[in-house]
C-alpha cells in the first residue's frame, strides 16, 4: 500500500521524503523490519525508539515515524507524529484495513478472571456460530491455529496482524484480553468493541502504574473509547467491585450492563451453591433466568461466568445456547488446572500471582481440603515489589504449610524476593524456602499426605523459567507429573 494512503488516517505533524513509496509491512521492533516497512520508532521502559532507526533503515525499511523532527535519510520518508504509540496503532490499521470491523469484537480487561473469562465466552461464541477467535494470555487461535502467546496484548502491528488473518481464516467473532499495559501504551487504539467488560481490579503492576488510581484510568482507557465508530457498544461491568461501581456510574458512549452475586446487578445469580464439584446457581438476565451448572470450581469463577453471560447475552445469543456452553466448560489452561495423582491427594496448578488471586484460589481448595493445604510459590522480578509481602500474609493466613520458592526472578536475586515475601509470613507460619522451583515442587509432593492438596502457584499454563538474561524450559505441570 502507499505511504500517502496509509498517512489519511495516521495523525502527524509534518512529512519530509519520498511519501509515494510502497509500505509492505509496519513493525515498532527494527528486529522485525523488512525491505519496505514502515518503521514505528515507539519508546520502551528502558530504551528510546528513536536510537533503533539506524538498524530499522539498514534492515530496509523506507519510512520512519517517530516524535524527533529530524530528516534520517534522503532515500527514507520520515514522519513527525506527536505520539509514536498512537501512530503505531493507527498506521497498523489502515495497513490491513481495519480488520476488527468485520468482527463481533469482545474485550476483557481487569485484574483477574480475563483469561477464564475469554475462554467461557469463546465457548458461547463457536455454539452460537460465530467462529471465533481467541487473544489470551494462554494462547492466540486463529481458525484452526494455536500459537501459545507471547504477551496477554500484543503490540498494535502484531494485534491487526492477527485480527486480519482471524478476518481471513473465515472467524466472525473475536473475545481478546485487553491488559492496562496494552491500554496505557495504545496497542489497542482504533479497535471499535462491541462489548467491553470489566472484571475487577486489585493490587497488581504497581511497578508500571504506580499507584491504584493510575492503574484503574489505564483500565478506564477501554470505556472511553467504546461507541466513537459504527458500532453499538455494550460495557459489561462488575459491580461487586468497588472500582466497577465506579465506572457503571461514570458517563460514557455505549450501554452499560452490570452483572455480580449483589441485588442490584442487572445479571446477578441467586441461590448459589458452591461444592467441590463445582457451582449450581439460578442466572437472573434481561433476557430470562436459567439454572447454571457449571464444573469449575471456585465463587470467582461464578463471576467469570456471570461475566460472559452478561456479555454474550447483550449480543443476542439466547441463554439456552450461553449455559449450555458454560456447563461443558471443564478447564482452562493452568487455572486451578488438577494433576491427578493416584496417591490419595490432590495437586492443582494456578496462575494466581497477585495477593487478591491467591487468596480466592486457597479459599475454593480449603473447601476440599481434608487433610493439609500446601502451597509453593514465588513472586516475579522487576515487578510489582508491594504485592509480595501480601501474598506471604494470605499463604500464612489460608494454607497450613508454605514452601517459598522462584518464580520468574529476571534481573533480581531470587533471596531477596523471597526475603521480602517472608517478611509478611509472621512469625507462627510453618514454612521453609526451597530456592530452587524443581526442588521446591519434589519436596510438597514427597511430605504430602492422603487428603492433603497441594498448590503451585503463579505460573500457571508458563512452560518457562525467566532468570536475568536467559529462558529455560519449566512447566510446572510437567515437573509435577515428573516426579510423582
Known amino acids: 500500500m502507499k505511504l500517502e494512503s496509509l498517512l489519511k488516517d495516521v495523525r502527524h505533524l509534518s512529512v519530509i521524503g519520498p511519501r509515494d513509496c510502497e509500505v509492505s509491512g509496519v513493525a515498532c521492533d527494527s528486529r522485525q523490519v523488512r525491505t519496505g516497512y514502515a518503521f514505528v520508532a515507539v519508546s520502551g521502559t528502558e530504551k528510546e525508539g528513536w536510537l533503533f532507526v539506524k538498524d530499522a533503515v539498514e534492515r530496509g525499511a523506507r519510512a520512519v515515524l517517530s516524535e524527533r523532527d529530524e530528516l534520517i535519510s534522503r532515500d527514507v520518508c520520515h514522519v513527525h507524529v506527536q505520539d509514536s504509540r498512537l501512530a503505531a496503532a493507527e498506521l497498523s490499521c489502515a495497513f490491513y484495513n481495519r480488520p476488527a470491523d468485520r468482527l463481533k469484537m469482545v474485550g476483557i480487561t481487569g485484574t483477574n478472571g480475563k483469561t477464564t473469562t475469554a475462554y467461557m465466552i469463546g465457548g458461547i461464541l463457536a455454539d452460537a456460530g460465530l467462529k471465533p477467535g481467541l487473544l489470551t494470555t494462554v494462547e492466540y487461535r486463529i481458525g484452526e491455529r494455536t500459537i501459545p502467546a507471547g504477551r496477554t496484548t500484543p503490540e498494535a502491528p502484531a494485534l491487526q496482524s492477527m485480527l486480519a488473518q482471524i478476518v481471513g481464516a473465515g472467524c466472525r467473532s473475536v473475545a481478546m484480553e485487553v491488559s492496562s499495559h496494552a491500554l496505557s501504551q495504545k496497542r489497542t487504539a482504533g479497535i471499535n468493541y462491541d462489548i467491553a467488560i470489566f472484571t475487577n481490579l486489585t493490587r497488581d ?263 536475568a538474561n536467559t529462558l529455560i524450559s519449566f512447566d510446572d505441570r510437567q515437573v509435577v507429573r515428573r516426579y510423582l
Open 205 to 467: 503492576h504497581l511497578d508500571y502504574h504506580h499507584t491504584m488510581e493510575e492503574y484503574f484510568e489505564a483500565k478506564l482507557h477501554l470505556f472511553e473509547g467504546l461507541g466513537k465508530g459504527p458500532k453499538r457498544a455494550k460495557a459489561v461491568i462488575n459491580t461487586d467491585d468497588p472500582w466497577g461501581r465506579k465506572i457503571a456510574a461514570m458517563a460514557m458512549n455505549a450501554d452499560v450492563v452490570t452483572y455480580g452475586i449483589n441485588a442490584e446487578a442487572m445479571v446477578r445469580a441467586e441461590g448459589l451453591q458452591v461444592t467441590a464439584a463445582g457451582n449450581l446457581f439460578h442466572v437472573i438476565t434481561p433476557w430470562g433466568d436459567k439454572n447454571v451448572q457449571l464444573m469449575l470450581m471456585g465463587r470467582y469463577n461464578v463471576s467469570n461466568a456471570l461475566a460472559s453471560i452478561a456479555a454474550c447475552g447483550s449480543m443476542g445469543i439466547g441463554l439456552d445456547v450461553i449455559c449450555g456452553a458454560l456447563n461443558r466448560v471443564q478447564n482452562v489452561p493452568g487455572r486451578l488446572e488438577e494433576i491427578p495423582t493416584g496417591r490419595g491427594f490432590q495437586v492443582f496448578v494456578d496462575y494466581a500471582h497477585t495477593d487478591d488471586a491467591m487468596e480466592n484460589v486457597l479459599k475454593t481448595l480449603r473447601e476440599i481440603t481434608r487433610g493439609r493445604l500446601i502451597i509453593i510459590f514465588g513472586c516475579g522480578g522487576n515487578r510489582d515489589k508491594t504485592k509480595r509481602p501480601l501474598m506471604g500474609g494470605v499463604a500464612a493466613r489460608l494454607a497450613d504449610y508454605t514452601i517459598l520458592t522462584s518464580d520468574n526472578p529476571r534481573k533480581e536475586n531470587p533471596s531477596e524476593i523471597i526475603a521480602q515475601i517472608r517478611d509478611g509470613l509472621g512469625e507462627s507460619a510453618k514454612f521453609e524456602i526451597i530456592e530452587d522451583r524443581a526442588e521446591a515442587i519434589k519436596k510438597a509432593l514427597s511430605v504430602a499426605d492422603k487428603g492433603d492438596v497441594v498448590l503451585v502457584a503463579g505460573k500457571g499454563h508458563e512452560n518457562f523459567q525467566e532468570f
